[in-house]
T-cell receptor, first 112, second 114 residues
Framework: DTGVSQDPRHKITKRGQNVTFRCDPISEHNRLYWYRQTLGQGPEFLTYFQNEAQLEKSRLLSDRFSAERPKGSFSTLEIQRTEQGDSAMYLC??????????FGPGTRLLVL | SQKIEQNSEALNIQEGKTATLTCNYTNYSPAYLQWYRQDPGRGPVFLLLIRENEKEKRKERLKVTFDTTLKQSLFHITASQPADSATYLCALDIPSNSGYALNFGKGTSLLVTP
C-alpha cells in the first residue's frame, strides 16, 4: 500500500452515462497525476495538478473528461457521456518532488 | 516523437537465475530513468531511479544500468524468486511536461517458475 487511495476500485456503466472517480493522494504531496492504462499497455499521462492548479493536460483528455482538485488535496476525474473506448484502468499518482511517483490501486472502468 | 521500447515477449526463467529486462528509447535525452513493478489489477510500484550521470545502481537483488550512448537501460533481478513474477515498466519523463509526468513503456511480463 503506497498511501494513495482511489474509489471506486471497479465501475461498470452503460454507454452514455457519466462517471466520477476519486483519488486521495499522500497528504503532504502537492503534485497529483492521472493516467489511463489499457490492457497490454503502459500507463498514459492524462493530466497533472500542482496543489489545486491543473497545469498540464494531455491530448488524450477529450472534452468529455474533466478533472478537479478543489482544495489541493483529493482529486476527482469525471467522464461524461462514456464510450466503450473509455474502458480502461484509471490510475492516480502523487509525489512531493519531481521524480518518483506513488500510484494508487486504480479504478477499473468497463463501459458496456 | 519520444518512443520507449521494452522486450515485447514475456520472459520466463527458472527460480534462482538472473532475469534481464531491456528498455530502449529514441528521441529522448532523459535526465533520469525509472523502473516500476506492476502486479495484475494493481498500480505500478516504484523500484529504482537512475540518473544520466550514473552508469549503474543497485538495490538488494536489483541492478539497473543506464547507457545514454546506446539509449538503453538494463534491469537485472538476481537470484530470482517466483514472487518476482510481475510486469516491469520502464519510465522516462515527458520532456515538454512541466510536471515531470512519466512516459511508460508497454512493460515486460516476467514469470519465474520454481
Amino acid at each position: 500500500d503506497t498511501g494513495v487511495s482511489q474509489d471506486p476500485r471497479h465501475k461498470i456503466t452503460k454507454r452514455g452515462q457519466n462517471v466520477t472517480f476519486r483519488c486521495d493522494p499522500i497528504s503532504e504531496h502537492n503534485r497529483l497525476y492521472w493516467y489511463r492504462q489499457t490492457l497490454g499497455q503502459g500507463p498514459e499521462f492524462l493530466t497533472y495538478f500542482q496543489n489545486e492548479a491543473q497545469l498540464e493536460k494531455s491530448r488524450l483528455l477529450s472534452d468529455r473528461f474533466s478533472a478537479e482538485r478543489p482544495k489541493g488535496s483529493f482529486s476527482t476525474l469525471e467522464i461524461q457521456r462514456t464510450e466503450q473506448g473509455d474502458s480502461a484502468m484509471y490510475l492516480c499518482a502523487s509525489t512531493a518532488r519531481e521524480e518518483t511517483q506513488y500510484f494508487g490501486p486504480g479504478t477499473r472502468l468497463l463501459v458496456l | 516523437s519520444q518512443k520507449i521500447e521494452q522486450n515485447s515477449e514475456a520472459l520466463n526463467i527458472q527460480e534462482g537465475k538472473t532475469a534481464t529486462l531491456t528498455c530502449n528509447y529514441t528521441n529522448y535525452s532523459p535526465a533520469y530513468l525509472q523502473w516500476y513493478r506492476q502486479d495484475p489489477g494493481r498500480g505500478p510500484v516504484f523500484l529504482l531511479l537512475i540518473r544520466e550521470n550514473e552508469k549503474e545502481k543497485r538495490k538488494e537483488r536489483l541492478k539497473v544500468t543506464f547507457d545514454t550512448t546506446l539509449k538503453q537501460s538494463l534491469f537485472h533481478i538476481t537470484a530470482s524468486q517466483p514472487a518476482d513474477s510481475a510486469t516491469y515498466l520502464c519510465a522516462l519523463d515527458i520532456p515538454s511536461n512541466s510536471g515531470y509526468a512519466l512516459n511508460f513503456g508497454k512493460g515486460t511480463s516476467l514469470l519465474v517458475t520454481p
